[in-house]
């Protein structure tokens, strides 16, 4: 069974700090994409990766795909309390579906 | 931006009865998915459908669970014979060309069994 394991689960910050939000697995995926879900909201794609050592920025955003593709990091730059959130993770499963990850919850203090 | 579209946000329902949940996907997408979360919970696959079949299911889709695609616009879910641990989002899904590049997710039906 593949597993994607996201630390940390909760992340309570200051506005302006920097965070870096990990998802781990024991499994190679095809590809990985990042969501964010806001409370009572479907997820909404942010990126998504395919090559292993891949690194794509979007705005503050850095995402990062390891070289093994078994995991990934989400960076953020000087955090704004717009950035609060459920941060996901999804790696490909076979040809049909997505697994998702077990999520950060985010909390940006103003 | 194009959107997928989910109907109702909220179903209440009985233990027992058949609850019938609505999606329509982005008008040029040819794959579709429904997921669930229980409160608290991960993102869980459940079905997806391409070319008016099914192409993969969990475990979770057992005999209770059915897609149909009944026209080119809407995908619907239907569970027929709803528990109490039915309770939970489901959330509708497509794609342009598979998962490769991710879906687009719509907001969720919020379905309680009570």
């Known amino acids: 069974t593949q597993l994607l394991e996201q630390s940390p689960q909760f992340l309570s910050i200051q506005e302006g700090e920097n965070l870096t939000v990990y998802c781990n697995s024991s499994?190679?995926?095809?590809?990985l994409q990042w969501y964010r879900q806001e409370p009572g909201e479907g997820p909404v794609l942010l990126v998504t990766?395919?090559?292993?050592?891949e690194v794509k920025k979007l705005k503050r955003l850095t995402f990062q795909f390891g070289d093994a593709r078994k995991d990934s990091s989400l960076h953020i730059t000087a955090a704004q309390p717009g950035d609060t959130g459920l941060y996901l993770c999804?790696?490909?499963?076979?040809?049909?579906?997505?697994?998702f990850g077990t999520g950060t919850r985010l909390k940006v203090l103003a | 931006e194009p959107e997928v579209t989910q109907t109702p946000s909220h179903q209440v329902t009985q233990m027992g009865q058949e609850v019938i949940l609505r999606c329509v996907p982005i008008?040029?997408?040819?794959?579709f998915y429904w997921y669930r979360q229980i409160l608290g919970q991960k993102v869980e696959f459940l079905v997806s459908?391409?070319?008016?079949?099914?192409?993969?299911k969990s475990e979770i889709f057992d005999d209770q669970f059915s897609v149909e695609r009944p026209d080119g616009s809407n995908f619907t879910l239907k569970i027929r014979s709803t528990k109490l641990e039915d309770s939970a989002m489901y959330f509708c899904?497509?794609?342009?060309?598979?998962?490769?590049?991710?879906?687009?997710f719509g907001s969720g039906t919020r379905l309680t069994v009570v």
């Open positions: 999804a790696g490909a499963s076979g040809t049909y579906k997505y697994i």
């Open positions: 990766v395919v090559t292993g050592g």
């Open positions: 899904a497509s794609s342009e060309e598979g998962i490769r590049y991710g879906y687009t």
């Open positions: 008008s040029n997408h040819l794959y």
């Open positions: 499994s190679v995926f095809s590809s």
């Open positions: 459908f391409y070319n008016n079949e099914i192409s993969e």
